[in-house]
């Protein structure tokens, strides 16, 4: 596959990463071992925050005081969006039977697990869509218990907006702790809260680490990395749009990759031209974030034709994947490696990523080359059962003791020969495995 970088990147959203494995499960073990006091300590230095751990109805009411309504407004409409393409997917998944052999049933079940740990992020942006996709797809599986975390600042504690979407989407308690200490927490089932058998949702590289370091006792949505997106784009594109949509994506952090692939060098070098501009007119902190990631971790590929273009797409497997090129649903058959897929100038990723209905928990780092995105599905145990009669069981316990017997697995094999010895006491069965 030939590939021209007409801006290639210094830096991949792997490099120099810091080594925080060992601080984060320090203090895993450490509030593990120590319990609320330890957590409540790890707070007070990390969230710099001394006020209510676990918020009642009262601060919940004087948050939602603080919103306004028009604001209120919007995160109803972002919730009831993300609600009903929740209960789409649920639906997707049904309890089945079906009988393999005369007398033999099997079936599947799907249960959703009893407590969800959402963390939302709140600490250089208050991420209140991160509570709406968390919260609401967790009570859509039907988790019993969800337990909302967000990071107070140290004057105002949780930021309202955050708190008022958690409620409406119906978080059980919502914890005012931030990083690993608020994980932990929810892992390990402090202040009077269920453990959780599942965490999700974004957070820095110590909230990621965390959840990686706890993986296997619990699960978690997926290993994040920094946030990135690709756009495919030829001729026919917008280029304004599709700068300032690769603007956009970048503001999210200093290492959050953007990358351009496109057929038509005139687009790119016009886009090229545009973004600094662009992230030039951002307001100062967003213009950091933005700036650090275009110089060190945005490319800009040149392809030979749209086949090209979706296979470079594919390659990189992008979290976010936007479409502005000619004939959507030739991209919509041929992609096959992205987080969410947005076709058309139409859309953006923004739109995903605050309102739209799909959820904005992706993969990254080239995850969605093997996984989607939250969805309903991982709040839920996909569970398999039998049942049979004797007679059903005649042929599996043949075919098992044979089996066994071949893998030298000699107990499986006796736990069948003793049900056809006892459900057919005159029938000899030659059990051997070479027949």
Known sequence: MARDYLKKAAFTARSNASDVHETVKTVLDEIEAGGDAKALEYAARFDGYDGKILLGQDEIDAASALVPQKLKDDIRFAHDNVRRFAELQKSTVANVEVELNPGFITGQKAIPVDAAGCYVPGGRYSHIASAIMTVTTAKVAGCRHITACSPPRPDTGVAPAIIYAAHICGADRILAMG????????????????????????????????????????????????????????????????????????????????????????????????????????????????????????????????????????????????????????????????????????????????????????????????????????????????????????????????????????????????????????????????G
């Open 179 to 434: 990083g690993i200490q608020g994980v932990a927490a929810m892992a390990f089932g402090l202040f009077g809260l269920p453990a959780a058998n599942i965490l999700v949702g974004p957070g820095n590289q110590f909230v990621a680490e965390a959840k990686r370091i706890l993986f296997g006792r619990v699960g978690i949505d997926m290993i994040a990395g920094p946030t990135d997106s690709l756009i495919l784009a030829d001729k026919s594109a917008d280029t304004n749009i599709v700068a300032t949509d690769l603007v956009s994506q970048a503001e999210h952090g200093y290492n959050s990759p953007v990358w351009l692939v496109t057929d038509d060098r005139a687009l790119a070098e016009d886009v090229m031209a545009r973004v600094p501009v662009l992230i030039a007119d951002l307001p100062e902190v967003n213009r950091e974030n933005a700036a650090a990631a275009w110089r060190d971790y945005a490319e800009v590929i040149l392809c030979k034709d749209r086949e090209d273009m979706a296979a470079t797409s594919d390659d990189y497997a992008p979290e976010h994947l936007t479409v502005q090129a000619e004939d959507p649903d030739w991209w919509l058959d041929r992609l096959t490696c992205y987080g969410s897929l947005f076709l058309g100038e139409e859309t953006t990723v923004s739109y995903g990523d605050k309102a739209a209905g799909t959820n904005h928990v992706l993969p990254t780092s080239r995850a969605a080359s093997y996984t989607g995105g939250l969805s309903v599905h991982k709040y839920m145990k996909i569970v398999t059962w039998q049942r049979t009669t004797r007679e059903g069981s005649k042929a599996i316990a043949e075919a098992t003791a044979r089996i066994s017997r071949l893998e030298g697995m000699e107990g499986h094999a006796r736990a069948a020969d003793v049900r056809l010895a006892k459900y057919f006491p005159d029938e000899d069965f030659d059990l051997s495995p070479d």
